[in-house]
């Protein structure tokens, strides 16, 4: 190509590139409409056959050679205006080529570089999914990591980027816990990867509760938005779940059943910070458990503490003794979540707005 042919002056006399209009370039674009058609009707039967997937992968072929025409004959972005009234024309029964989607074809193509892992991973989400990893995601690992995720568990559109906004990734096996010294090695990895630190109920409301078991209530008001936070595999079992030991009453906050897992998951909520003594009395129940409700084929109770703050050292001191499988975990409320850390910082806490009412 020419390239002096596509050079122009502005008012000051300065060179620009210009891109080359489709007049100019005609046989070449022909060539590639062509070549696109082809690639279309060959995998007509393909997506028929495997709609998600074949459309996908259709999808990152025209991606990539519009990709590979525009950097081998320096198309600029109308042409997508053109490719995208051709494919109309050629196939009118075919939805998907509008000007948009074939914009987003480009960025998935240049985004997923892998045609391997295209098909073994993207390619088995929904489209609208995928155009979700890529208007939400800025970076390649995050991408993979919901991709993952996203095929693992079956998410939504919807409820990828409720996990994507609450940052599931930054959090994900991030608890506190002596999960690799209380569980083989085979469960301890995927049970750290299950639980996460610190836990959002942003479903409360800012109007938090100031007791354990109005918390709970609230929480197990709101189950179906509990669960989804806690993580796929969790069945609610139940709130003050009673047990008779020794001839005394006592009663598991929350309890829950991790079907993945294959166990009991015993749940201590404070509404304070840590403390030592909660180790105990979360141990007390998972022995408990064990021992009243463990069925033989299930594994060994695992303990969540929530806390709403935490002194690392002191956690891992607690948990040092202990063989039964523990995490310690924060809980934040929508506040915590939405406002940004330096603002956070700036406003009074409840104990000071608290403190300055009382003296007024």
Not at 2 to 10: A, I, L, Q, Y
Not at 121 to 137: F, G, H
Not at 197 to 220: C, N, S, W
Not at 313 to 334: C, D, F, H, M, R
Request: with cysteine.
């Amino acid at each position: 190509m020419n390239d002096r042919k596509h050079m122009g002056k502005d008012k000051d006399g300065v060179i620009f590139p210009v891109a080359p209009q489709l007049s100019e370039m005609s046989d070449s674009y022909l060539d590639f409409i062509e070549n696109i058609k082809e690639k279309i009707r060959t995998q007509r039967l393909t997506v028929v056959v495997s709609a998600n997937s074949g459309m996908i992968c259709l999808y990152w072929m025209i991606g990539k050679a519009i990709l590979e025409k525009q950097h081998e004959e320096g198309w600029g972005a109308r042409v997508i205006d053109r490719i995208a009234k051709d494919l109309k024309d050629a196939f009118p029964e075919m939805s998907g080529f509008s000007p948009r989607n074939l914009k987003y074809m480009r960025k998935f193509a240049e985004s997923w570089s892998d045609y391997e892992f295209v098909q073994q991973v993207v390619a088995q989400i929904p489209w609208r999914t995928n155009i979700q990893l890529l208007d939400k995601l800025d970076n390649q690992e995050s991408r993979i990591w919901y991709a993952q995720k996203v095929l693992e568990n079956g998410w939504s559109s919807a409820v990828l980027e409720f996990q994507i906004e609450g940052r599931l990734m930054e959090r994900s096996g991030k608890s506190i816990n002596n999960f690799s010294t209380t569980l083989p090695p085979s469960d301890s990895d995927m049970t750290n990867q299950i639980f996460k630190d610190p836990y959002l109920f942003d479903f409360l409301g800012t109007d938090m509760p100031r007791r354990e078991v109005e918390i709970e209530a609230k929480l197990t008001e709101h189950i179906q938005k509990f669960l989804l936070e806690l993580g796929q595999g969790f069945a609610f079992v139940g709130r003050q779940v009673p047990l008779e030991i020794g001839g005394q009453d006592f009663y598991i906050d929350l309890l829950f059943y991790h079907l993945k897992l294959r166990c009991y998951v015993v749940v201590e909520l404070k509404i304070c910070d840590f403390d030592p003594s909660f180790i105990s009395k979360l141990s007390f129940y998972q022995n408990a458990v064990d021992d009243i409700l463990r069925h033989p084929d299930d594994k060994p109770t695992i303990g969540l503490l929530l806390v709403k703050g935490k002194n690392r050292t002191v956690v891992e001191y607690s948990l040092a003794g202990s063989q039964n499988p523990i995490g310690v975990a924060e809980w934040k409320n929508q506040l915590a979540r939405i406002l940004p850390e330096e603002l956070k910082s700036s406003l009074p806490s409840v104990e000071e707005i608290e403190k300055e009412l009382e003296e007024k």
